[in-house]
């Protein structure tokens, strides 16, 4: 499941407080400051490895990584434009 | 020439270091060296990166030059022309002139030891600087620490690292990679987190690949991948595949932890500098004792 992986990358690679059972779907990653500047970065690297997609510019924005699920949701549309 | 050099003795570890300044061209080079106190068995050269890098290696290639020097190397460290602590300009530093630099710290070497360069060592962007002059003078052996394998690449992670940090400062309008471009078309630079990128090194750079550097390499190649990104193993696999073709005894060394560039480092237990530290620098010093001479070891 997409969202398990980046949950897992989030709290065990960022070091993200909590576990990634308190790192609900939902919960707001940029708001909560779950996310950093170089967490974003580490992270969109992550994506672009993990699941052989590519994050254009234009898509870093907060609509796409304010939560696990909106991330989720961008790799998915992503993959599935690939195929 | 050299001007204002500046000496300390370290017998514990058998060593002394010398700090001064040199010239490549009309310019001073600031140079710092790390010395056996008996006779040096060969000399190595270190070719820093430059920007937000410079710093975050910094005190990793001092350790290196020290380790090395308590084996028996002379080592050579320097800061290009318009960087650190020497002269010149930064909207004058590209790919050329920080491999005239690297060759003149070479020389300088060369000089004080009375020894031709045996090795290069190069750290991200010093890395294409390290096999330029690996190439020119043709030494036995090159180092390359989490080398930039695409100039392109390099830029576009500089640009992407920009856009981050305005997409989370809520003072700031996030700009596209073509507008950061467009403005270091227009202006001649472009500031990525404090620092500047200049339109001579971006131009000097962004359309080369480290491979092409690597024509004619030198008969022993290390190269130490920090972290472990399935893109990266996949660049690097194909430098060291390349330099294979060409001839050379290729290592792939092995650090675990990716260092975090242009956004710094994160302050906590077991972060990546303290992991990258003495995983890049004790393997890397092995394996130069290993290349140039066993013997060495037992200085």
Known sequence: MIENTIRSFIVDELNANG?????ADDYPLLDRGV??????????????????VEVQDEELIPQNFGTVRDIARLVQAKRADVT | ???????????????????????????ALF???????????AGILICSPIL??????????????????ADGFAVQRFHYRGTGNSGGE??????????EDALTAGRRLAETSGLPLSAVVGTRLGAFVAARVAGQLGVEALILWAPIAD????????FRARIIADLLNTTSTPQSRDALSEELADRGRVNVLGYTIHRTLYESLVHRKLEEELKSPPPFVLIVPFGDTTQRKTSYEKIADACARRGSAVALGSVARDEPWWLGEREQEG???????TEAVEPTRDWILEVLGEEAKSR
Do not use: K
């Open chain 2, 1 to 27: 020439m050299s001007v204002g050099g500046v000496t300390r003795t370290d017998t514990e570890n058998s060593l002394r270091e010398e700090a001064e300044f040199f010239w490549s061209g009309d310019q």
């Open chain 2, 271 to 277: 972060s990546v500098g303290s992991h990258t530290f």
């Open chain 1, 35 to 52: 996310l950093d500047s170089l967490g974003l970065f580490q992270l969109v690297n992550f994506l672009e490895d993990e699941f052989g």
């Open chain 1, 19 to 23: 576990s990634s059972e308190r790192l």
């Open chain 2, 90 to 99: 930064a909207a004058e530093v590209s790919l050329a002139s920080l491999q």
């Open chain 2, 52 to 69: 937000a890098e410079f710093g975050l290696h910094y005190r990793r290639e001092f350790v290196l030059g020290r380790r090395l020097a």
């Open chain 2, 31 to 41: 140079g710092f060296r790390h010395m056996p106190l008996g006779r040096a068995r």
């Open chain 2, 151 to 158: 100039g392109a690449h390099q830029f576009r992670e500089a």
